[in-house]
T-cell receptor
Framework: DAKTTQPNSMESNEEEPVHLPCNHS???????IHWYRQLPSQGPEYVIH???SNVNNRMASLAIAEDRKSSTLILHRATLRDAAVYYC????????????FGAGTILRVKS | DAGVTQSPTHLIKTRGQQVTLRCSPK?????VSWYQQALGQGPQFIFQ???????QRGNFPDRFSGHQFPNYSSELNVNALLLGDSALYLC????????????FGQGTRLTVV
């Protein structure tokens, strides 16, 4: 299973941007980079995904390094509701939508 | 539009017993995956069902089994419960085996005593 490395925790101030890093040095050419988050007492929630190019959606932006060995999830203006565990996942195409979760990054947002 | 629903939300079982957890996928979804999440850890993939067949399986013993019904709903069965089976069990649904987005339910909290 593909592996990712994320910081255990990060802290941000409300209304400020947050950059959540993820390293995936063993990524293969067909692996997709997915981000999910898990709010307290809830199941994980899809945030964004990408393959090679940077991606934007209503929730966040995903910046992918040119060599694809790292990526960054960007929350443009953190709110208290963004406090959650953020998981960076490599989805291997041959395994369909099986998700291999690591420990994730605990994001704390201060008001 | 109802999302993924799981039942029950909580239950307590005794070591050695058997348990069945249930999942109804999001409307229109035909693929169901099950995950186990121990306290303080990320979810671990158990298996995935599509077209009423187990398509993929994670590193879990045969005590863990499942079923998918013609209406796409699914059950997770665990036999001979161990204390270590205490966890949050999550169900995720998607449209097909290769859909890019999985929708998760809120989970069933199983406590084995």
């Amino acid at each position: 299973d593909a592996k990712t490395t994320q910081p255990n925790s990060m802290e941000s101030n409300e209304e400020e941007p947050v950059h959540l890093p993820c390293n995936h040095s063993t990524i293969s050419g067909t692996d997709y980079i997915h981000w999910y988050r898990q709010l307290p007492s809830q199941g994980p929630e899809y945030v964004i995904h990408g393959l090679t190019s940077n991606v934007n959606n209503r929730m966040a932006s995903l910046a992918i390094a040119e060599d694809r060995k790292s990526s960054t999830l960007i929350l443009h203006r953190a709110t208290l509701r963004d406090a959650a565990v953020y998981y960076c996942i490599l989805r291997e195409l041959e395994y369909g939508n099986k998700l291999v979760f690591g420990a994730g990054t605990i994001l704390r947002v201060k008001s | 539009d109802a999302g993924v629903t799981q039942s029950p939300t909580h239950l307590i079982k005794t070591r050695g017993q058997q348990v069945t957890l249930r999942c109804s996928p999001k409307s229109g979804h035909d693929t169901v995956s099950w995950y186990q999440q121990a306290l303080g850890q990320g979810p671990q993939f158990i298996f995935q069902y599509y077209e009423e067949e187990e398509r993929q399986r994670g590193n879990f013993p045969d005590r863990f089994s499942g079923h998918q019904f013609p209406n796409y709903s699914s059950e997770l069965n665990v036999n001979a419960l161990l204390l270590g089976d205490s966890a949050l069990y999550l169900c995720a649904s998607s449209l097909g085996e290769y859909d890019t987005e999985a929708f998760f339910g809120q989970g069933t909290r199983l406590t084995v005593v």
